[in-house]
Every structure is written in C-alpha cells, then in structure tokens.
C-alpha cells in the first residue's frame, strides 16, 4: 500500500503527509491540529480550556475515528463482490448485503443524524466559527453525501457543506487540486 513517491516521504506511503522543514507528519488530523497550533495565530481554533475547545477536539478525532470507518466499510462492501470470481459473485453480493444491513447502514444513519443535530445549534462543529474540525469533518460529509444520502432530510448538513464549498479558501484549494468526486452538495 502507499505510492513509492510518498513512501520516499513517510515510510507508510499515506496520503496526506505534510513536511514542514525537520517534520513529517501523516494523518489529516494530526496536520491540521499541527498547523493551527504552530501557524494559526488562534484561527481556526477555540481557546484552550473552553467548551468548543472540547468539541473541537472532540470533531477533529472523531473525523477519522468514528465517522471514516463505516464509510470505508460500506464502500469496500460495494467493491467487493465486483473483485471475486464470476460464479461467486452473487454469494459474495448477499454476504456483502447483509453485513451492509446489519451492520454499516445503521452506523451511518446513527452518525448522519447526529451530524444533522450537531450542526443544528450553531451551523458548525466547534463553536459559532469554522474551526479546523469542519475543515475535517468536510471530508466525511461530503463522502456521506455522496455514498451514502447523507443529504436527505438534512437541512444542517446540506447548509455546512454548501457554506465549506462557498468559502473562497476551499474554491482556491479546488482549483488548485483539481475536482474530486465528493466536492459537490
């Protein structure tokens, strides 16, 4: 796993690395965490000791902690029947479709609605502002929105992601980088 030019960087080969002079650093988290607290002169960040400081903790594990993992799943459960021979397939589809059922699609709906009752206090994750949590939990919203309908029947999420796409910083970014599959509401 991990490209050879990225395994060059950091030896697991994970994208995204960030390398800031002597530091190489994996995990998006950890990166954002990293910047903010070395570059962000207070942005992006609650103060210290405050309870969106807590949240904002909270959001920006709980992006790759809790919300990744079933999203992951249900995508790996939608390659995988695809991946095995011809005449196992529709076993493999069943198998795939049962733990889907049983198991990730109950997940989802449970952090999806509680996203939704999240962002409906104050818009946001960590406070009143955006904070590098919602740069973090962008990534998982917009991979429920597009994977798994994250957006229906929720106002809140729907109206967080169209104000992270509207905000001149993350257009610059796309721009930048080049579209990706989840960057649209």
Do not use: C
């Not at 395994?7 to 650093?25: E, F």
């Amino acid at each position: 796993m991990g490209t050879a030019s990225l395994k060059r960087v950091h030896p697991l080969g994970k994208a995204p690395v960030l390398v800031d002079g002597d530091v190489v650093l994996p995990e998006s988290g950890a990166i954002i965490e990293y910047v903010l607290n070395r570059y962000g002169n207070g942005r992006l960040m609650p103060a210290v000791k405050t309870s969106d400081w807590v949240r904002f903790v909270f959001w920006l594990h709980y992006a790759e902690g809790s919300a990744m993992p079933p999203l992951l799943l249900k995508l790996i459960f939608q390659m995988v029947p695809e991946k095995v021979p011809f005449l196992l397939r529709p076993l493999v589809r069943k198998i795939a479709s049962g733990a889907q059922k049983g198991f990730v699609d109950p997940q989802l709906l449970l952090n999806m609605d509680f996203w939704e009752s999240e962002l409906a206090k104050t818009g946001w994750f960590a406070g009143t502002d955006l904070s590098g949590a919602d740069i973090q939990m962008s990534f998982p919203l917009e991979a429920a929105a597009s994977r798994a309908g994250a957006l229906l029947g929720r106002p809140n999420v729907r109206a967080f992601l169209e104000r992270i796409h509207a905000r001149p910083a993350y257009r610059r970014a796309i721009e930048k980088g080049g579209p990706y599959a989840y960057a649209k509401p």
